[in-house]
């Protein structure tokens, strides 16, 4: 068998960080980490022992094209993977009972989407591109797959890296590295359309360069972490206008660079990073928050 290229993208589908839903977890402690393989075209899942640390491949699923990021339906049922190189998102049902991936359907968005998320109710499928400076939102249909027509399309800036709406479901946030901006969007969870809010951006010191974020399960509070920065920027979240203003000083994370995802614990509020390469974690504490 060949050895997949497996360094482009990791999504941890359950155990390892706080927040990721579960495909097939149970007592013992095992799991399922399924992992984008770009240049074989590819998902591959591992069998993951959550008491061991120990991996074993499980199964393969080939895609039209290269995979990228993933996420989770918030009922934690459905799995959406972007299928960057062409254009795509793919749909799969969890089978939790068997810990595996059943494909639903693969639509195509019109655009690369670096990072695709969903709405807090999960009917709205959410997309930033990275190289075509656009963020958009489609329908998903009963049976999970996504309905293919923009319910929205807005042209941003190159380097949009991720998208998430925050709790109430009003109000989206997309970092981009080039410009070093947040870009904040409204959100109608009735049409599933995204508008721009209010100002457009809001930026943190020069040079840092946001490029993925977490919300505070608890205060008004979103994190980005910074690509030239190496660092984390702490923002302000007016909940009422969906505006960010940042307020800390960059925290310093020598390996930050490659962030790909930043969840947040409750318990004594660590901010962990998920690396990009290599698949390794990093907390950092933020003194005048805990």
């Known amino acids: 068998m060949k050895k997949p290229n497996t360094s482009i993208s990791l999504m941890l589908i359950a155990g390892l960080f706080v927040g990721y839903a579960g495909i097939g977890s149970d007592s013992s402690g095992k799991s399922i980490v399924c992992i984008?393989?770009?240049a074989d075209k590819k998902i591959i899942l591992y069998d993951f022992n959550g008491a061991t640390g120990s991996l074993k491949q499980k199964d393969e699923i080939e895609l039209p094209g290269s995979p990228g990021s993933q996420f989770i339906s918030p009922d934690g049922n459905r799995l959406y993977v972007a299928v960057r190189s062409s254009n795509g998102v793919a749909a799969f049902k969890i089978d939790h009972a068997n810990g595996t991936l059943k494909h639903i359907a693969t639509t195509d968005i019109g655009a690369n989407a670096a990072y695709v998320a969903t709405d807090r109710t999960g009917?709205?499928?959410?997309?930033?591109s990275y190289s075509d400076g656009l963020v958009g939102s489609h329908a998903i249909n009963n049976d999970g797959s996504v309905k293919k027509g923009a319910l929205s399309q807005i042209a941003t800036a190159r380097c949009a890296h991720a998208i998430l709406p925050d709790a109430s479901n009003q109000f989206v946030f997309v970092p981009h590295t080039g410009p070093?901006?947040?870009y904040q969007f409204r959100f109608n969870a009735t049409?599933?359309?995204?508008?721009?809010?209010?100002?457009?951006t809001a930026s943190p010191a020069d040079g840092?360069?946001?490029r993925h974020l977490a919300f505070h399960p608890k205060l008004p509070i979103v994190y980005c972490d910074d690509e030239k920065g190496d660092s984390v920027t702490a923002y302000h979240f007016d909940r009422k206008t969906g505006q960010l203003k940042a307020f800390t000083p960059a925290a310093p994370c020598p390996l930050i660079l490659?962030?790909?995802?930043?969840?947040v614990r409750t318990s004594r509020l660590p901010l962990m990073a998920d690396l990009f390469t290599p698949p390794t974690a990093v907390t950092i504490l933020l003194p005048a928050l805990v």
């Not at 049409?191 to 457009?200: D, I, M, Q, T």
């Not at 490659?258 to 969840?263: L, T």
Request: hydrophobic share 40%; charged share 25%.
């Open 36 to 38: 984008s393989a770009g």
């Open 123 to 128: 009917k709205t499928l959410l997309w930033a």
């Open 180 to 182: 070093n901006a947040v």
């Open 191 to 200: 049409n599933g359309k995204l508008s721009k809010n209010e100002p457009l």
């Open 208 to 210: 840092l360069e946001p």
């Open 258 to 263: 490659m962030a790909e995802k930043i969840p």
